[in-house]
């Protein structure tokens, strides 16, 4: 069974500041995928960014990338520059390609708010 | 490509009726999952498809629950009775097989129960 945690219910941040949202996981896979999700008020599911558990580089998809250690298992996502733009409900997510099967899990998510 | 197609967007229905949502996913996609979203309990999957055959059922709350995919492009989640608590918003997500990533969210659909 995948479990992941996300413990921040809540984050702020400034403009233009970089902000880390927190994600550990739980699984007893050899492989499996990392994912980062955002949902903003109009309620829509985005895909931000991949990371697979045997990938040497961490993942980065323009401001986004995720700070991936493997034996901490954690996979934390940063957001450079901040925008208001970027206020939402962030979600981690992982697929375990053996036991796991094809389903993501989910945790709970971090409501994130950009200031001016 | 027009992305995976949730309808209605948004539905309020008495307890006791029946309820019927749909999903059409990617064209070329070979999984389709149904996701409920709660306050209480967050994103949880109810149900997934390969090739139109379901393969883990074991998230659908009880028996007032059932899905279908009759063929690739089409998929329905059906309440049956509904009652209050089944208050949510319901995602459709495909993906295609041998792409580990790329599992794509319909917009969902509201679904209230008074």
């Known amino acids: 069974a995948q479990k992941i945690t996300q413990t921040q219910p809540g984050m702020f941040v400034q403009e233009k500041e970089a902000v880390t949202l927190d994600c550990t996981y739980d699984?007893?896979?050899?492989?499996?995928?990392l994912f980062w999700y955002k949902q903003p008020s109009s309620g829509e599911m985005i895909f931000l960014i991949y990371?697979?558990?045997?990938?040497?580089q961490n993942a980065t998809e323009g401001r986004y990338s995720l700070n991936f250690q493997k034996a901490r298992k954690s996979a934390n996502l940063v957001i450079s520059a901040s925008q208001l733009g970027d206020s939402a409900m962030y979600f981690c997510?992982?697929?375990?390609?053996?036991?796991?099967?094809?389903?993501?899990?989910f945790g709970t998510g971090t409501q994130l708010k950009v200031e001016l | 490509d027009a992305g995976v197609i949730q309808s209605p967007r948004h539905e309020v229905t008495e307890m006791g009726q029946e309820v019927t949502l749909r999903c059409k996913p990617i064209?070329?996609?070979?999984?389709l999952f149904w996701y409920r979203q709660t306050m209480m309990r967050g994103l949880e999957l109810l149900i997934y498809?390969?090739?139109?055959?379901?393969?883990?059922d074991s998230g659908m709350p009880e028996d007032r629950f059932s899905a279908k995919m009759p063929n690739a492009s089409f998929s329905t989640l059906k309440i049956q009775p509904s009652e209050p608590r089944d208050s949510a918003v319901y995602f459709c997500?495909?993906?295609?097989?041998?792409?580990?990533?790329?599992?794509?969210f319909g917009s969902g659909t509201r679904l209230t129960v008074v």
């Open positions: 997500a495909s993906r295609r097989t041998g792409e580990n990533y790329g599992y794509t």
């Open positions: 699984t007893s896979d050899q492989s499996y995928g």
């Open positions: 990371q697979g558990s045997y990938d040497e």
């Open positions: 997510a992982m697929r375990g390609f053996t036991g796991g099967g094809n389903k993501l899990t």
């Open positions: 064209s070329g996609h070979n999984s």
């Open positions: 498809f390969n090739n139109n055959v379901p393969i883990d």
